[in-house]
């Protein structure tokens, strides 16, 4: 079946513009995370999702980061006045229930100028 | 608070060699997850192993074998006659049961197999 997928692959974005990230879980999938890997580093957590609500955000850095999965499927991350600090690859990860183990997507690779 | 550690930055290898990761764990939870993840040049992280904390039995899978041991907080990853397809990031993660599901991962091992 079809794994996660994440669009775009990329992103090039000028500082300060404001950017959304896309991700489709495996169909049936009811838990969504997002990750963050900044070179020659592990991932780390940003922000879960069980169902509709988000059910963890204690990783978001700051106010400029939101994300939402409106109808329990798609999710989006939003970063608003984006800094060359955000520049990273932004890895989506999903899992049939919070206790699984999760299947991450090929990540959208952010870089800011 | 969960903490791991890969103490291996890299690790290169001949084609056939074993090979073992280190991985370990700070967690206070009793009941706690550990996971490897692969990372191959692609970037895709590739979910390899999960095991519970109450579940010591060592697990063998084709060429690779996981080694838990609560007595020192480890969960090692051990891959017999490597191959350099082998080649990749390998990763160490934690879940603890009162953070949900949020995994804290190591700072990976890069591992290279040489033909």
């Known amino acids: 079946g079809a794994g996660v997928s994440q669009t775009p692959s990329n992103k090039v974005t000028e500082k300060g513009k404001y950017v959304e990230l896309r991700c489709d879980p495996i169909s049936g999938h009811t838990a969504l995370y997002w990750y963050r890997q900044s070179l020659g580093q592990g991932p780390e957590f940003l922000i879960y999702f069980q169902g509709t609500g988000a059910a963890d955000d204690s990783g978001l850095p700051n106010d400029r980061f939101f994300a939402v999965r409106p109808e329990g499927s798609v999710s989006t991350l939003k970063i608003q006045r984006t800094e060359r600090g955000d520049s990273a690859v932004y890895l989506c990860a999903s899992s049939l229930t919070w206790r699984d183990e999760q299947y991450f997507g090929p990540g959208t690779r952010l870089t800011v100028t | 608070a969960q903490k791991v550690t890969q103490a291996q930055t890299e690790i290169s290898v001949v084609e056939k060699e074993d090979v073992t990761l280190d991985c370990v764990y700070e967690t206070r939870d009793t009941t706690y997850y550990l996971f490897w993840y692969k990372q191959p040049p692609s970037g895709e992280l590739v979910f390899l192993i999960r095991r519970n904390s109450f579940d010591e039995q060592n697990e063998i899978s084709g060429r690779y074998s996981w080694n838990f041991q609560k007595s020192t907080s480890s969960f090692n990853f051990t891959i017999t006659a490597s191959q350099v397809v082998d080649s990749a990031v390998y990763f160490c993660?934690?879940?603890?049961?009162?953070?949900?599901?949020?995994?804290?991962f190591g700072e990976g091992t890069q591992l290279t197999v040489n033909p």
């Open positions: 993660a934690l879940s603890e049961e009162t953070s949900g599901s949020r995994l804290t």
